[in-house]
């Protein structure tokens, strides 16, 4: 499985303790009927915390945004009682440079997941997602304070005034939930639709201005326990009053090829567009390894990573305003020890190596969003 595993959130988080104006939708381009090239934002992904200096990096690297884990596993820890330290300072980092957060609400406290009933303990708990009125109420509201905190009227803006104002406006709901390791105990359209409806409602209600966007489906279905992204899609659009609930649809169309990454957009789009639904599109992550086990699919290297980023972002770049694209993220930023990635493939994923050395799909980025 690829993205945001289960515990990134809370590993970047904890990682980055210890490294060193507008409103509605903060600084992300506004949803209009047709989204033009020069508004897509480039984004990445970190798979480990940020160090000081990175973000000043992702700035120069043309990257406008960041999608980062804010997870209910951690803020939440206690019951409607929230730890926000850790995502402030996040918040600051990125801030600070002027670049935008995409924000991924996902993952429940052990608290949560036990008063549903389910046994499990600690970090065990994060997959398991609210399945009662009253977990999913608490999430609504989790949801609900990070917005108070971080939105347009945010508390965090008021008390960091030295900080370039970077409200955040569009909220993503959960991670790649058509997938049961990642939407426990069971990947079921009519379970997430429910999650979000509430969440959507208390986001919405702080900042009407605010953009609900799906979580990152995955593209094809490789399994017995992950449906591909555009069959969920479908099953999520016949779930009465769901619609009404989000301004966005997010898929990860990771493939070995740049023809079955676009194959898998246009799916979706075609379940979108089906419906004659205005829906934005957003790319929460797409990604390929320089380095690795070459019998894993998404495996390349250095040359075939910066290759495949140039024909997709281009790529994306041309098809932004048809496709009402609006975020394009790589995953991911920098590598990691093969000890610590979070999928068979993901330690070589960045577009900086280890040690921060920049590989050639890092400038690739660059020269294509100077382009746009």
Not at 40 to 59: D, H, I, T
Not at 161 to 181: A, T
Request: proline share 5%; glycine share 10%.
């Amino acid at each position: 499985m690829m993205g945001v595993r289960w515990g990134l959130a809370i590993v970047v988080v904890c990682s980055a303790l210890v490294a060193g104006a507008g409103a509605g939708a903060g600084d992300f381009p506004a949803s209009s009927s047709a989204a033009a090239a020069d508004d897509l934002l480039f984004g990445v992904v970190p798979q480990s915390g940020l160090a000081s200096k990175e973000v000043e990096r992702m700035r120069r690297g043309r990257i406008d945004s960041v999608r980062l884990g804010f997870p209910w596993s951690t803020v939440g820890r206690l019951r409607d009682a929230y730890d926000w330290g850790p995502i402030d300072h996040m918040v600051r980092q990125v801030a600070s440079e002027g670049l935008t957060i995409l924000p991924t609400l996902s993952g429940s406290p052990e608290w949560a997941a036990r008063r549903d009933g389910f046994d499990c303990t600690g970090y065990g708990c994060i997959p398991y997602a609210p399945a009662s009125i009253e977990t999913r109420y608490a999430f609504a509201r989790f949801a609900g304070a990070a917005v108070e905190r971080y939105g347009p009227d945010g508390s965090f803006w008021e008390n960091n005034p030295d900080l370039p104002y970077r409200p955040i406006g569009v909220w993503q709901i959960w991670n790649e939930q058509n997938s049961q390791s990642f939407y426990m105990p069971d990947a079921d359209p009519l379970a997430y639709a429910e999650v979000v409806k509430l969440a959507a409602a208390e986001i919405h209600r702080v900042d009407e201005g605010a953009e609900v966007v799906l979580g990152g489906m995955f593209g094809p279905r490789s399994s017995a326990r992950l449906d591909g992204a555009a069959r969920y899609l479908r099953d999520l659009y016949r779930v009465p009053g769901f619609r009404q609930s989000f301004e966005g649809v997010a898929i990860h169309p990771y493939s070995p090829t740049v023809s079955g990454t676009l194959g898998q957009i246009r799916a979706a789009l075609r379940v979108v567009r089906k419906r004659s639904d205005n829906a934005d599109l957003w790319i929460t992550e797409i990604g390929w390894a320089s380095s690795g086990n070459r019998d894993e699919r998404l495996v390349t290297d250095v040359k075939g990573q910066a290759r495949l980023l140039r024909e997709t972002f281009s790529h994306f770049v041309e098809a932004a305003r048809r496709w009402r694209l609006r975020g394009a993220y790589w995953y991911a930023w920098r590598d990691t020890r093969r000890s610590e990635a979070v999928c068979a493939w993901c330690s070589g994923a960045g577009l900086l190596t280890r040690r921060g050395e920049a590989k050639p799909a890092y400038r690739m980025l660059r020269r294509v969003a100077v382009g746009r």
